[in-house]
Each structure stands twice: as C-alpha cells, then as structure tokens.
C-alpha cells in the first residue's frame, strides 16, 4: 500500500509553531476531533468469495456479517473514556477536550506509526478500540478480518456537509463502514525565490538540472512509480503492466546521475529550510511548511504545483468504528463531531490536512487565514478529487512488480 503522510515522526518545532497558529485562528471560531484477510477480497465467510479491487469505475459495496450488526437507532450515548485509534499528531488535542467536556466523558488516543501495524495490532485483539481512522485501501481487509462495525446513518447527518463523492463512495458502497476524514493531494514543492518558470508539464522539474543536488522525491514505491507514470501520460497509477512499470522505474532511474536525487518524506522541513528546491510532496505538508520557515522568510516564497485541467494523484482517509467497541453510540457522535464544519476547521488550523467538507474551498480556507493564497494550490477541489488518480490495493503480484522496481531505483 502506498505510504500515508502521517507515517513518520513530527518534529517539536512543527508542532510548537502550528500550534501557535490554532491558538490564534482555530479556538477563536470552535465550540466548547489478501487472503481472508486481505484487501483483494471479503466475504461474510472471510474465506471464500473474493471481492474485486475497489475502483473509482468498479465500486465496492462491502459484506455485513450477522454476527456483526450496526447499533439501533436512538440510543444515548454511554458514559467512560473514547478509546480512539490513530496516527500520532492527526487529531487536535483542543478538540479532543472540547468534545469530552460537552459529553462528559474522557477520550484516550492510542497511535500507530503505520497501517499495518495497526491492522495488526487490532487483529490481536489484546487493545480494546472505539474509532479508527482506515484507509480506503486496507477496508475490504479489516472488514473480512470482522474487525469493523458498520455504522449507523442515523447518528451521522454531518455526513451531508462532505464532498458528495465521500457521502457514498467508491470504496464503501453506503456507507456501510466509514465516514471521510482528510484528503490530499501528491504534487511538487518548490522553493518559489528560486524557481523562475514552470514547464508545462510540471513533473520535469524533478529532472531538471539547474536543481541537481536540491531535488528530492517521496521516499515511497507507490508514490514515485506513480507519478513517473503520470509524467508520460498514464493514468492508471494502480497498472499491473510490467512494460509501463519497468518503464517507469527506468525513467526515475535516471534522476541518480542526471539531479543526484535524495529520497525522504521530510518536504516540510527541507523546501522552507532551503535543503531542498523542488521536493515531490503532499498537499498538506506545504501547508505545514510555513511554520518552517527560518525567521525572516515569509511564505511567499514557498511554492506548490499540482496539475490543471489533468488529473494527478490524490489521497484520502476515513474514520470508522471498531467491532466490539465498548462505546459504539459514542463513537457515532464523535464520528458526527468530526464532521461539523466548525469543529473540522478548528481539526484542520492543528493538523494541517485538509477535511473533506465542500464549504473548504481554496477561497474559504485563504480567506480564514490558514492556507497563504500563494499556496491555494494545495486545498483539495471536489474536482481534483473526482478527476483525480487514487493509489489503491493492488494484487499481490502486482504489488511484488512496483516492490521491486522501487527496489532496483533505491539500490542504484
């Protein structure tokens, strides 16, 4: 599975700086956060009947399990402590207070450093969890492995203020299993006191070599093969195509001798800092990366590129509530809290990644002071989402093909 951008550590002075910006602007406007187990396939026997691979164009409606059922309408929610499931620094501390004080009762987050740990973690069933946070492509594997329940619509009519597309999407025909958490997209920073033009196709400034030395891409398979497809036109970034993906691997190949290209997730630091030039990043990191800038530096000179009128690649991830949860009424309404404009704003001014919410717009978050105009290209579109290329879960073999690839890059 591709990488989630909140898999690695978050420095202090991150954290220090962003929240000094949610002090200032988000407590203002807030209220008082492959196998029977595998993502190819699930059934309610979990062993059985193989589900297809989600797809945008071949959507997925998930299995129920009897012995798993939702809760019933109309129940109050119980008292005790939220036991929440998620990357470590992805919830607002303030938020978390805010929602525990207005329902009188604790909330406890335990984290993960990746998806499969935590799918792993909750397999054993040694920890007891209300909410998790999953991404799309690891729900047919938790949903067949009985680790989720399905949700109650009922408890959820925040869900009508996220993007349509998340209302009922692709992945989770429904939804049966998960509300939408954030979305982003993969693009390039750059460091725009220093990089005069833009070339039409904006991936080449990754092999441009007036940067060589200061250009980097993400360290993560999925992420570079993805984009070194979309860079010569294909847009299938989940292709099991060995010519297309050796193509690919061949084209990042040459970014060793002709950029001396580094490889690292840490575009947030590194593009502020002036490390590096051009970075291959996620959305969400340029917005983090102003609260890196040295003293002096304002974020005029930060720059992100993301493709127009072509589609180019997007992420997201979801918030469900775990099977055998000891609060799964609470869960819902924390679920529900989420979803609230004002309070998913006030997520958005700690966390920095952006929520699926249609009132979001780039226009929106500039004009509340969060995102600098000059990176409005980093605020997530209903239409870059719905034209946009999804790393999804591949087979098996597919996924030993891009593994490899990524391989033979790293090793030259």
């Known amino acids: 599975m591709a990488m989630h951008p909140r898999e690695r550590p978050v420095y202090d002075r991150r954290r220090f700086l962003r929240n000094s910006l949610y002090v200032s602007l988000g407590t203002v406007a807030a209220p008082g956060l492959l196998s029977a187990c595998s993502s190819t396939g699930s059934s309610t026997s979990a062993a059985n009947t193989v589900l297809p691979l989600a797809r945008p164009d071949d959507p997925v409606t998930l299995p129920v399990h009897d012995d798993i059922p939702a809760i019933a309408d109309g129940m109050d929610p119980e008292t005790g402590i939220l036991k ?58 938790v949903v067949v492995g009985k680790l989720l329940q399905p949700i109650n619509l009922s408890y959820l ?42 070339p039409a196709n904006g991936y080449d400034l990754l092999w441009d070599e007036r940067y060589a030395g200061k250009i980097h891409i993400l360290d ?35 970014l060793v001798s002709a950029v001396r290209v580094k490889v690292d997730i840490n575009g947030y630091t590194e593009v502020p800092e002036n490390r590096a030039t051009v970075h291959q990043c996620w959305s969400g990191d340029m917005i983090g990366a102003q609260y890196y800038l040295p003293k002096g530096d304002t974020a005029d000179v930060l720059g992100y590129w993301y493709p127009t009128g072509e589609p180019g690649v997007v992420g997201s991830d979801t918030i469900a509530v775990v099977a055998g949860a000891e609060h799964p009424v609470l869960a819902h309404h924390f ?12 997520n958005f001014g700690w966390v920095g990644y952006q929520p699926a919410l249609q009132k ?24 870059d989402y719905r034209s946009g290329l999804q790393l999804l879960q591949l087979s098996p073999t597919g ?13 030259g």
Do not use: C, H
Request: proline fraction near 6%.
């Open 399 to 411: 996924r030993t093909l891009w593994d490899d690839t990524w391989a033979t890059f790293k090793s």
């Open 157 to 198: 009519p925040n869900l009508s203020n996220a993007w349509p597309s998340l209302q009922d999407p692709f992945y989770d025909r429904g939804p049966l299993y998960t509300v939408p958490y954030n979305v982003y997209t993969t693009g390039i920073g750059y460091r725009a006191d220093q990089v005069s033009d833009i």
């Open 220 to 254: 993560d398979g999925r992420e570079a093969i993805g984009m070194s497809l979309v860079r010569s036109g294909v847009t299938d970034v989940n292709t099991e195509d060995p010519e297309l993906i050796r193509a690919a691997g061949t084209e990042l190949s040459k």
């Open 84 to 141: 929440v499931f998620n990357y470590s620094d992805y919830l607002a501390p303030g938020l978390l207070k805010a929602f525990g004080e207005e329902y009188g009762v604790e909330v406890e987050v335990t984290t993960f450093n990746s998806m499969d740990e935590a799918v792993a973690k909750l397999r054993t069933g040694q920890a007891r969890f209300d909410v998790f946070f999953p991404t799309p492509d690891i729900l047919a594997k």
């Open 360 to 383: 979001f717009t780039p226009s929106y978050l500039s004009g509340q002071g969060y995102v600098p105009a000059n990176l409005e290209s980093t605020v997530v579109t209903l239409d």
């Open 335 to 346: 679920l529900n809290y989420l979803l609230d404009e004002k309070n998913a704003l006030r």
